[in-house]
């Protein structure tokens, strides 16, 4: 009877431990989900505070464009075609090529050179048998938006960002001239942050001077 006891409170025991396991994957499981629906909903949110303020500066701008130089005006308004395009197009899914996004990104900054002229200057080096890898999308024009945002820059001073590729990261790096003041808390570098904790299991590489400020993401 002690014996038949004792194999009886073993196999109790090892159900109890399997039904424990069980129910922490569910719970696991549940909450993965719960985190996948939540950031998803961030960017959203992110993408829907994105176009009104980008739109009525890119709006104001044509207008300006229409009156002083009307072809000019027709090329901004294909470039922002190309634009509301993708931005439509990307919301329906989470990861993108990388060629994909730096087209998206080059619209956008065509569209900022036309505001700020000799003060922006650009660089892109991406080798082309990379360009079929894939990242979330909108993760290289926020990190460039990022840039426009958080520095003041003119003719005389102007802004510098370079983009290019080493040891498997996206490597997006600008010169630092910080406005005094700025209203943004870092909610979109935070989100791509998470977005890419969650995908791939790695945080963004910041790295951050007196000089300049670099992000390194990998490519998936």
Same mark, same amino acid.
């Given at each position: 009877?002690?014996?038949?006891?004792?194999?009886?409170?073993?196999?109790?025991?090892?159900?109890?431990?399997?039904?424990?396991?069980?129910?922490?994957?569910?719970?696991?499981?549940?909450?993965?989900?719960?985190?996948?629906?939540?950031?998803?909903?961030?960017?959203?949110?992110?993408?829907?505070?994105?176009?009104?303020?980008?739109?009525?500066?890119?709006?104001?701008?044509?207008?300006?464009?229409?009156?002083?130089?009307? %072809? $000019?005006?027709? !090329?901004?308004?294909?470039? =922002?075609?190309?634009? *509301?395009?993708?931005?439509?197009? &990307?919301? #329906?899914? +989470?990861?993108?090529?990388?060629? %994909? $996004?730096?087209? !998206?990104?080059?619209?956008? =900054?065509?569209?900022? *050179?036309?505001?700020?002229?000799? &003060?922006? #200057?650009? +660089?892109?080096?991406?080798?082309?048998?990379?360009?079929?890898?894939?990242?979330?999308?909108?993760?290289?024009?926020?990190?460039?938006?990022?840039?426009?945002?958080?520095?003041?820059?003119?003719?005389?001073?102007?802004?510098?960002?370079?983009?290019?590729?080493?040891?498997?990261?996206?490597?997006?790096?600008?010169?630092?001239?910080?406005?005094?003041?700025?209203?943004?808390?870092?909610?979109?570098?935070?989100?791509?942050?998470?977005?890419?904790?969650?995908?791939?299991?790695?945080?963004?590489?910041?790295?951050?001077?007196?000089?300049?400020?670099?992000?390194?993401?990998?490519?998936?």
């Amino acid at each position: 009877m002690i014996f038949i006891t004792f194999i009886n409170s073993i196999i109790l025991i090892s159900c109890n431990y399997v039904q424990l396991r069980y129910d922490k994957e569910i719970s696991d499981l549940a909450f993965k989900e719960l985190e996948v629906n939540n950031l998803e909903a961030q960017k959203q949110v992110l993408i829907q505070q994105l176009q009104p303020h980008f739109l009525f500066n890119a709006l104001s701008t044509l207008k300006s464009l229409i009156q002083e130089n009307p %072809e $000019e005006a027709e !090329f901004y308004t294909v470039k =922002l075609s190309e634009f *509301l395009r993708y931005s439509i197009k &990307a919301q #329906t899914g +989470e990861l993108v090529t990388l060629q %994909e $996004e730096m087209k !998206f990104t080059q619209d956008y =900054l065509d569209l900022q *050179l036309k505001r700020f002229n000799e &003060a922006l #200057t650009c +660089e892109f080096k991406i080798p082309e048998q990379l360009l079929l890898r894939r990242i979330p999308a909108y993760a290289l024009q926020t990190l460039v938006e990022n840039a426009l945002k958080h520095n003041r820059f003119t003719e005389e001073e102007p802004l510098t960002i370079k983009l290019g590729v080493e040891d498997e990261q996206l490597i997006v790096w600008n010169n630092k001239q910080p406005k005094k003041a700025t209203s943004s808390a870092g909610i979109g570098l935070s989100n791509l942050n998470m977005r890419y904790n969650l995908i791939t299991g790695k945080a963004l590489e910041i790295v951050d001077t007196k000089q300049a400020f670099c992000v390194s993401i990998p490519l998936i």
